[in-house]
């Protein structure tokens, strides 16, 4: 029997970030405490209110044994558990969806579906990417 795992979440590397910010400097910078980055000025992500997320500083990111930071780590990982494949959603690309200006959107939304395509090809198949759109504008 094959295992799914139809709920994977991906923890994105510093390069999609640092990427974001050399393209969009306007729209993405570290936030004033270091901690999050702000995308069209608000953080992300937010740590309460509608929309919170995660903050880095989470357990499963430093959780013995996990490596979330790769996409061998995470092969890794699904092997110990046996898990033949993994469907990835975005955790930083969730942003996506919320971006105002619509440039800035469409083109966050290519660097990051292109940033997890490239994620995911070296796993035969294994990882599969969840893309994001800019939903907000037509």
């Keep these: 029997m094959r295992i799914i795992d139809a709920d994977g979440h991906v923890a994105e590397s510093s ?7 050399k393209r969009w400097p306007q729209y993405v910078r570290p936030s004033a405490d270091g901690s999050r980055l ?4 608000r953080n992300y992500p937010e740590d309460r209110g509608p ?3 995660c903050p880095p500083e989470h357990g499963i990111s430093r959780a013995p044994g996990i490596n ?8 890794g990982d699904a092997d110990r558990d ?21 440039e800035f959107a469409a083109g966050f ?12 090809a070296p796993s035969g198949g294994r990882l599969r990417g969840v ?8």
């Design 68 to 75: 979330c930071r790769s996409a061998e780590g995470v092969l």
């Design 82 to 102: 046996h898990i033949d494949t993994m469907v990835l959603y975005p955790s930083l690309g969730l942003c996506a969806p919320s971006l105002e200006d619509p």
């Design 131 to 138: 893309g994001v759109t800019p939903i907000e504008h037509g």
């Design 38 to 41: 702000t995308f069209e000025g």
């Design 51 to 53: 929309g919170a997320g």
């Design 15 to 21: 390069s999609l970030a640092t990427e974001a910010m």
């Design 109 to 120: 939304s290519r660097l990051y579906n292109q940033w997890i395509a490239d994620y995911c």
